[in-house]
């Protein structure tokens, strides 16, 4: 692990070069976030709720008819996700009971502020699709109101909603990277780490429920394709944000004490990432050639119509959903050890 | 104060609820600007009275932190926090030169204490010149406090807007608006700002005596600070100052004294509570040449929508393609 540290950050900690560094005393230069688990989650689920949008809207406004059941699952997973989502946010705050004051003004350059208002409108947008998509499936009734609602365009508000919704997914990495944490803000890929997790945990956490109830093999590839590439894209941006980071990723890869390269290399990076990827690979490679062998059972004129059930795909999704959590919570207690870091604090400062 | 004009009327039930709950969204009008305020704090007159520290503690009625002994030097106060504004730092420069005791570049005063035998009478010490038993160990201080940036961090992280400049183009925490979300404690890139946890739960740090400049006064460290290490005025003029007392020290044989914070290099502009230094900033626990946060929003925010339409794109595909 060691070894893959240096490795991957390009930085080998020189434990006697170091200790002819300048400092006071080796006091904390930063003060250190208090950010705890409501912000691990909220981040997590934040991103869920995001990128279960995104996928549900590509698949209504791209998609075949068969692919409706990932735009129902997708808006509905996508609300339950955001729901818990202002509660926790509320709950870190020193005085919850004035969490109003947020809403006093819209300032640009707050990524929390901006933060705060893309969580509001991307909540109007998420509780207003899924209840068109539950007045289209029968979950309101037959009354007037019901079919007033499954009138109205949801595709359109598909449209408008999604760059909300990349954006709640996408701010959180912003946001920590506007810090002057090292490990948050020397690289300044964690928005773009941050929204192709959003993206590979939703269609994780998408094709998990579709596995269980079951869905057409066909919805089920597509959706397994999108979750490829987004950790695909994650790795690299890692790799990338690893790299650019140098030493002040040492709290994250490291395996001293207070780094968290224990729980990063085993539950984030290799078994939620890189394992779920190998996997993902081989199930698409076997898919391929068993598809052709499909095809030529159709010709015969053996209709394959069947839904799919079960399989590694599920073992695969909950891997990505570990990863995806893991990631959050690292770089979250990876931060804060970043900052009680004095020496790394005045090496990040030489610029 | 919006209510009283209210009173006149009878006053339906809730009205004050009502008031109370739209107040934060009131805007004032802003008072008249003032010229700049700001610290000069000139180390090399430092004597590590921590006076500064008990008249901020003093006139801001902030608690005692509970007594600890760090073990490594008079420095118990060991950092900044919510309720310590003003912190008084020891720095023990022991054997340095590698423990060989190099002079500054002047003549020595030497081979007076001979004459001095023989007259009888003490000379004087001709100007410019070292002691012959100059020795280069050396203990510096430093009181430090918030660096009042001339683009703040925390200010611009700040996302109820309680955070302001006021019209001394200080600083300063709004602990009626604060709600406690700790942003602004990961960007201040000194370590100043800090919530209290086991008092309000809000974010706290030097007002540069607001309460004070409002009626004239000068804030209450400067006031206490017997050496005048501790300078208040216009920045301006105190960048002046010290610019003039960097050319006296560097004249005197010191030459790594320097500023800090003077010139535009740190945070985009500056700072409005600067220092001079006898050292590299790095022993003063000060960080070089931090950068500005709010600097990172545009690059990573572009990584995040290139990262986002790249997926989005072969989402479509995806979803487009037909068997």
Same mark, same amino acid.
Request: proline share 6%; aromatic share 6%; hydrophobic share 40%.
């Given at each position: 692990m060691e070894q893959l540290a240096s490795l991957t950050t390009g930085y080998t900690p020189d434990p006697a070069k170091e200790q002819q560094e300048l400092t006071y005393y080796d006091y904390p230069v930063l003060k250190a976030p208090f950010w705890r688990w409501e912000i691990i989650w909220y981040f997590f689920l934040g991103g869920l709720a995001a990128g279960c949008y995104v996928i549900a809207s590509i698949a209504s406004l791209f998609g075949s008819k068969e692919d409706r059941i990932v735009t129902r699952t997708g808006y509905y997973l996508s609300l339950l996700a955001l729901l818990p989502c202002p509660a926790l946010l509320i709950k870190d705050l020193g005085r919850p009971e004035r969490f109003l004051n947020m809403l006093r003004i819209f300032k640009l350059k707050s990524a929390m502020s901006m933060g705060v208002w893309s969580l509001l409108s991307f909540s109007l947008f998420s509780g207003v699709t899924a209840t068109i998509q539950a007045a289209r499936d029968g979950l309101?009734?037959?009354?007037?109101?019901?079919?007033?609602?499954?009138?109205l365009p949801q595709k359109l508000l598909a449209l408008l909603g999604s760059p909300f919704a990349v954006f709640l997914g996408g701010y959180t990495g912003v946001l920590l990277a506007a810090t002057s944490v090292p490990l948050w803000s020397r690289s300044k890929h964690l928005g773009a780490i941050f929204v192709s997790s959003a993206i590979s945990t939703s269609a994780a956490l998408i094709s998990f429920v579709l596995r269980i109830v079951g869905a057409p093999a066909k919805t089920l590839h597509k959706l397994e394709q999108m979750e490829w590439l987004a950790l695909l894209v994650e790795m690299g941006e890692l790799l990338i944000f690893l790299r650019g980071s140098g030493r002040a990723a040492r709290a994250l890869v490291g395996t001293g004490p207070n780094e968290h390269g224990y729980t990063f290399w085993r539950f984030m990076f290799g078994g939620g990432l890189v394992l779920p990827w190998l996997l993902q690979t081989l199930l698409l490679l076997g898919r391929r050639s068993h598809g052709a062998k499909r095809r030529l059972k159709q010709k015969d004129g053996v209709k394959s119509t069947q839904r799919q059930r079960g399989g590694i795909g599920l073992l695969i999704s909950l891997l990505v959903l570990m990863g995806g959590y893991f990631l959050r919570r690292t770089m979250i207690e990876g931060g804060r050890s970043s900052s009680r870091d004095g020496r790394v604090a005045l090496w990040h400062g030489r610029g | 104060m919006a209510l009283n004009r209210l009173h006149n009327f009878p006053v339906l039930p809730g009205t004050q609820r009502l008031a109370d709950l739209i107040a934060p969204l009131r805007k004032e009008p802003p008072p008249t600007p003032q010229p700049a305020q700001g610290f000069f704090t000139d180390t090399s007159l430092c004597i590590g009275c921590k006076a500064c520290e008990v008249a901020c503690k003093q006139w801001n009625q902030l608690p005692a932190t509970a007594p600890t002994w760090s073990g490594s030097s008079y420095d118990n106060t060991q950092q900044l926090s919510a309720t310590t504004w003003r912190h008084v730092q020891f720095i023990e420069q022991i054997g340095r030169n590698g423990g060989r005791n190099v002079p500054p570049n002047l003549p020595l005063f030497e081979d007076r204490i001979e004459t001095a035998k023989s007259n009888g009478t003490i000379p004087a010490t001709p100007p410019r010149t070292a002691l012959p038993f100059f020795n280069s160990d050396r203990w510096l201080m430093q009181s430090d406090v918030c660096k009042h940036c001339a683009h703040a961090p925390c200010q611009e992280a700040c996302p109820t807007g309680a955070i302001i400049r006021t019209e001394f183009d200080t600083v300063y925490v709004q602990q009626?608006?604060?709600?406690? +979300?700790? &942003?602004?404690?990961?960007?201040?890139?000194?370590?100043?700002?800090? #919530?209290?946890?086991?008092?309000?739960?809000?974010?706290?740090?030097?007002?540069?005596? &607001?309460? #004070?400049?409002?009626?004239?006064?000068?804030?209450? +460290? $400067?006031?206490?600070?017997?050496?005048d290490s501790i300078v208040f005025g216009e920045v301006a003029q105190l960048k002046e100052q010290a610019r003039q007392r960097l050319g006296t020290l560097h004249e005197r044989g010191l030459s790594e004294a320097r500023l800090y914070g003077v010139d535009e290099a740190i945070l985009d502009g500056g700072l409005n509570s600067f220092f001079l230094l006898l050292d590299e900033p790095e022993l003063y626990n000060l960080p070089r040449n931090p950068? #500005?946060?709010?600097?990172?929003? $545009?690059? $990573?925010?572009?990584? /995040?929508?290139? /990262? $986002?339409?790249?997926?989005?794109?072969?989402?479509i595909i995806y979803f487009r393609a037909r068997e």
């Open positions: 309101l009734g037959k009354w007037w109101g019901a079919k007033l609602l499954a009138a | 009626d608006i604060c709600n406690g +979300c700790g &942003y602004c404690i990961v960007t201040c890139p000194f370590g100043v700002i800090a #919530r209290d946890e086991h008092g309000d739960h809000l974010a706290h740090k030097c007002t540069l005596c &607001y309460d #004070r400049l409002k009626d004239g006064l000068e804030p209450a +460290c $400067a006031k206490a600070c017997p050496t950068q #500005r946060p709010s600097n990172n929003v $545009a690059p $990573a925010s572009l990584w /995040t929508i290139v /990262t $986002a339409m790249l997926l989005g794109l072969m989402g």
